[in-house]
């Protein structure tokens, strides 16, 4: 990575601005999910241990631009604060005059987190002033938020204006590495796994990933059209109309260069997803016309581990059918479990956060992949190969 990186700078002494990644769930004022806090420490404690002060920034949800007590990121202090095994002090505004009173009064090893950044409307439209502000609260920036890097906001873009140096934090460097890697550098054969609602998010991730890897393997809701772009009768499964000749040209460019996309031979279906619906399996051409598939079927399942028994390094976003419903969660969790056991005999895993991530700990094994990303959306840009904002705005070395 050519950008600068925390340990390629001196905090000792300095108020660190630091870009996190705290859009956590919360529930009943608790944390519920705190796989994005954990993911943060290592920057966050190298800080500290350097002599070093933190000042943190993050959004949480979507608020319309105005304060919402439904969002707030007080409950996200408590929770680092057991971590870190030290006090977090929180700023119930972001800019305020007492936020930077606060961050201006920070001694070495303290900790500051500031309120929600998108209760100002000026952080989605990467306000000057906004970032300016922002500014005013650190001696040197960092952003360890991957999860956003894709977005030009003021906390990811605009404020590195303001600041002589800004550099990446532990966790943009690692998943920028895997990422990076896995894009240019791959071991091969490489294959990418591509599931979800609809082709249209994935389009160009298919037409980049086309020139890099030996093998593309489709799941999930956006099968359906390359089964209708082949010709196949799909029942009352999902469908996206206006993508059937997309589809179609996609295959077309595939088999001439010789890169097999490789759909689903069998689907499980039902009439609808409540948990008393009857379903069956059949085979992809069979599909009954009062049915929707909703999750890929065994035979999928034995090819798709066949195919990639082979493989080295492997990309996976979107799962394969709707997981969320226990019923049809079956393939999605199984291939989770594959990728477990290709990484164990070797092979790079990378699961491009989102519902993918989601999928890997319902599996049981998130301990087991090489990266899980904790960004959905930005993994996905990257590797449609789109520059990242966020990434794109840090120090050069």
């Not at 001694?107 to 952080?123: D, H, K, M």
């Not at 090819?303 to 990309?315: A, E, Y």
């Amino acid at each position: 990575m050519n950008k600068l990186a925390i340990d390629d700078i001196d905090i000792a002494g300095k108020r660190v601005l630091v870009r996190v990644d705290f859009n956590v769930p919360i529930d009943e004022g608790k944390v519920a999910d705190e796989n994005r806090i954990v993911a943060s420490l290592p920057t966050i404690k190298k800080i500290l241990d350097s002599g070093g002060s933190a000042v943190l920034m993050s959004h949480l949800g979507r608020p319309k631009g105005e304060p919402d007590p439904a969002f707030s990121l007080k409950p996200v202090a408590y929770n680092l604060s057991q971590h870190l095994d030290r006090p977090v002090k929180f700023a119930d505004d972001c800019i305020s005059e007492d936020a930077l009173k606060q961050a201006l009064s920070l001694e070495p090893g303290e900790v500051l987190l500031l309120e929600n950044l998108r209760f100002y409307p000026g952080e989605k439209k990467n306000d000057a002033d906004f970032a300016e502000k922002l500014s005013k609260l650190g001696e040197v920036y960092i952003n360890d938020a991957f999860g956003t890097a894709h977005r030009a906001h003021a906390s990811t873009e605009g404020v590195t204006k303001y600041f002589e140096q800004a550099a990446a934090g532990y966790l943009m460097v690692k998943e920028i590495e895997y990422l990076g890697n896995a894009v240019q550098n791959p071991e091969r054969p490489m294959a990418a796994i591509l599931g979800g609602a609809k082709i249209s998010g994935k389009i160009d991730v298919i037409n980049n990933l086309m020139e890099k890897v030996e093998k593309i393997f489709i799941g999930g809701g956006m099968a359906f059209t390359f089964f209708k772009a082949q010709g196949y009768e799909i029942g009352k499964s999902l469908l996206e109309e206006d993508r059937i000749d997309m589809a179609k040209q996609l295959l077309d460019d595939a088999k001439n260069k010789e890169l097999e996309i490789r759909l689903p031979v069998d689907v499980v279906c039902a009439k609808d997803l409540s948990e008393d619906a009857e379903s069956r399996t059949v085979p992809v051409d069979q599909i009954p016309s009062d049915m929707a598939g909703y999750d890929i079927g065994p035979e999928t399942l034995q090819k798709f581990k066949q195919d990639l028994s082979d493989c080295r390094t492997i990309v996976w976003n979107g799962p394969m059918g709707v997981f969320e419903k226990e019923k049809y969660a079956g393939g999605t969790v199984e291939i989770a479990k594959v990728l477990a056991e290709l990484t164990s005999g070797g092979a790079t895993t990378i699961i491009g956060g989102g519902d993918s991530a989601s999928a890997v700990k319902k599996a049981g094994v998130g301990d087991k992949l090489s990266h899980i990303s904790t960004g959905g959306g930005a993994s996905l840009e990257f590797l449609e190969g789109k520059t990242l904002p966020g990434l794109a705005a840090l120090t050069d070395k």
